[in-house]
């Protein structure tokens, strides 16, 4: 789901918001982090607001940064990350 809107992948989360689903998730997309640090220093209420459900799965979750090692795949990859949620485990 790279580059797509935090309402996107919260909805993910919200629709499988159950431990035996969510320990099921791998998924490849915009780092939760990122998604995480903008809220802490930007206040963004309206990106709070349409990520709730990632921020609150974001300490559960192991996140693998994308290293883009070229120009010709910036672009692409920029900000992508390998995601793995566990709650239990």
């Given amino acids: 789901m790279p580059h ?8 993910l989360v919200q629709a499988n918001w159950r431990t035996e689903r969510l320990n099921n ?3 490849f997309g ?3 982090r990122t998604y995480e640090q903008h809220v ?15 921020l609150a799965v974001r300490k559960f979750t192991r996140e693998f940064a994308i290293k883009t090692v ?3 795949y910036f672009g692409a990859f920029h900000d992508s990350s390998w995601h793995f949620l566990s709650l239990v485990g």
């Fill in 4 to 11: 797509c809107e935090a309402e996107s992948y919260d909805n």
């Fill in 30 to 32: 915009n780092s939760f």
């Fill in 40 to 54: 802490s220093e930007f206040r963004s209420s309206t990106l709070a607001d349409s990520s709730r459900h990632v």
């Fill in 70 to 72: 070229s120009d010709d």
């Fill in 25 to 27: 998730i791998v998924l």
